[in-house]
């Protein structure tokens, strides 16, 4: 399973934001990394702008590029808008969706949830990190004591976490169902995805 697992807040220190989470040490460092980080001035061409923006939702989402090319073509060839499909594909990716429900306290634990098997989706095992979920898909935390001991202390963490009105949640059972597909408004993502569709369009 292929993953990021080089140094996080330097990534988040290059784009200015928590891409991984929050972050008390970026606000007392919120200038790029490296020795010229703090009297950087450069600007930026159309391209690169479009390559900082992908970058950030390929890093939030915990994608290699390969995978996140993937997801654009895919969006390429669905109807509607490009960019907003894009965003709902990995929206409703099952490793996002752990996450979203509280399973796991961050995207990176969520996918390490389902890849190592304590996941079932419509009462079936599924260990895809990436598997597409669908409108009335039910997901559940598997009935083991190491499983739900792992989503009971994630979810007692990421309590401050509402948990978006297009997935239901059931605690007490460590259960979740999507209920519709999330609208571009209700994503909120840290990205400009129009800029990632041109970026690619090129």
Known sequence: MARYTGP??????????PVFGASKYLERKNYPPGV?????????????????????????????????????ERARQRRG??????????????????????????????RQLVAHGHVVVNGRKVAIPSFALKVSDVVEVRDKSVSRQ??????????????????????DAFKGTVLRVP?????????NEQAIVEFYSR
């Open 8 to 17: 996080r807040l330097r990534i988040s220190r290059r784009f200015g934001i």
């Open 36 to 72: 010229h980080g703090p009297k950087s001035r450069r600007k930026h061409t159309d391209y690169g702008l479009g390559l900082i923006e992908k970058q950030k939702l390929r890093f939030f989402y915990g994608l290699m590029e390969k995978q996140f090319r993937g997801v654009y």
């Open 81 to 110: 808008v490009t960019g907003v499909t894009m965003l709902q594909i990995l929206e409703t990716r099952l490793d996002n969706v752990i996450y979203q429900l509280g399973f796991g306290s961050t995207r990176a634990q969520a």
């Open 150 to 171: 792992i989503a009971t202390k994630a979810l007692e963490s990421s309590t401050s976490r509402a948990v978006p009105d297009w997935v239901s949640l059931n605690k």
């Open 183 to 191: 609208s571009r408004e209700e994503i909120q993502p840290i990205a």
